[in-house]
């Protein structure tokens, strides 16, 4: 069972925060967080149900982690195993073939990989660090469970400013160098994130351009021979 206390900032006051497994009883509180966290243009049938959750604590529960601050939800991360060669086919891949829709029945108990299907928090708890918070809790499991890496596909919400003037492999290298910087993709690479590549058609999302940059967290105490 995880459970991580620590004391997150709001500004320079420390607030004390709570990461723990979700249970059945956050469901209606995580889909109201998920309408705040992504409201339009992101499809609002992107946002969890109470069908997909219940797979999420069933299937893998050590992968359903919920942030509370001064005891109020303030946001989840939400992850399954799979099986990843970055040599292979699996680089070409859409959210919606990798985590079943988010019922994550996709999930293998016998994985290499931790993949992140979900990351949200609530508005008004973004400068605290939470999203951050969440992502390293995860890394936790990596290594608790001795897989090789944490991957995801993080959303490129700057990119529709750029698409005229540059392709999305050129726009993420562009973010990696730090001459372009990147809502999502920004923060991921400050959450010790490294690029594998970029995934077309990765999710409906306009403002992306429908892309994704396919990063990962290599596992420090696994070898790599």
């Known amino acids: 069972m995880y459970y991580k206390t620590f004391y997150a900032f709001d500004g320079k006051i420390p607030v004390p925060a709570v990461i723990r497994q979700y249970t059945e009883d956050d469901f209606a509180e995580l889909i109201t967080i998920q309408s705040e966290a992504f409201p339009p243009p992101y499809p609002a049938e992107l946002w969890w149900n109470r069908a997909q959750l219940l797979n999420h604590v069933t299937l893998f529960p050590e992968g359903a982690l919920a942030v509370e601050v001064n005891g109020e939800l303030a946001g989840s991360v939400t992850g399954l195993k799979i099986n990843f060669e970055p040599e292979g086919e699996g680089l070409h891949h859409t959210w919606s073939e990798v985590t079943a829709d988010g019922y994550i029945t996709t999930h293998q108990p016998d994985g290499?990989?931790?993949?992140?299907?979900?990351?949200?928090?609530?508005?008004?708890?973004?400068?605290?660090?939470?999203?951050?918070?969440?992502?390293?809790?995860?890394?936790h499991v990596v290594v608790e469970q001795k897989l090789e890496r944490l991957l995801g596909a993080g959303r490129m919400p700057g990119y529709h400013l750029q698409a005229s003037r540059m392709p999305a492999e050129k726009y993420l290298a562009e973010v990696v160098a730090g001459t372009l910087t990147d809502p999502v993709i920004t923060f991921l690479l400050r959450c010790g994130r490294t690029p594998v590549g970029v995934v077309a058609d990765y999710l409906d999302d306009e403002e992306s351009g429908n892309f994704a940059a396919l990063m990962e967290w290599r596992n420090p105490f696994v070898s790599r021979v």
């Open 112 to 139: 290499n990989t931790l993949y992140i299907a979900d990351l949200c928090v609530r508005p008004k708890y973004r400068k605290l660090g939470l999203g951050k918070e969440l992502v390293q809790s995860l890394y």
